[in-house]
């Protein structure tokens, strides 16, 4: 059974930094694409930062790329995002997610992953 647990949100001013984990039970890196999403009120979730440790392979939303940056840890179990230079419009609550089929990883598509965590909430002000 997969499991997803995200911590570390929190509130921080812009220009901050936070680093988000997400402890995975059930998942084995080189058969899932992690991911990390991101929704503010009012808004869609977004695909933030992708990873298949699989293929080597990492990818990100043009909003984040240069600031934040997904790893793995299999060793712990944990997926991380080490998001810097944070800005107001990076406030959202931020999910991990795994996909299962490892094939067209990595993605940020939302609907091609099957399992999420319950989110952490970030808040960046100004």
């Known amino acids: 059974q997969v499991q997803l647990v995200e911590s570390g949100g929190g509130s921080v001013q812009a220009g901050g930094s936070l680093r988000l984990s997400c402890a995975t039970s059930?998942?084995?890196?080189?058969?899932?694409?992690m991911g990390w999403f991101r929704q503010a009120p009012g808004k869609e979730r977004e695909g933030v930062a992708a990873?298949?440790?699989?293929?080597?392979?990492?990818y990100y939303a043009d909003s984040v790329k240069g600031r934040f940056t997904v790893s793995q840890d299999a060793a712990k179990n944990t997926l991380y995002l080490q998001m810097n230079s944070l800005k107001p419009d990076d406030t959202a609550m931020y999910y991990c997610a795994a996909k299962r089929d490892p094939r067209f990883c990595p993605t940020l598509s939302r609907d091609e992953y099957n399992y999420w965590g319950q989110g952490t909430q970030v808040t960046v002000s100004s």
């Open positions: 059930g998942v084995t890196y080189r058969r899932y694409c």
């Open positions: 990873i298949y440790t699989g293929i080597g392979m990492t």
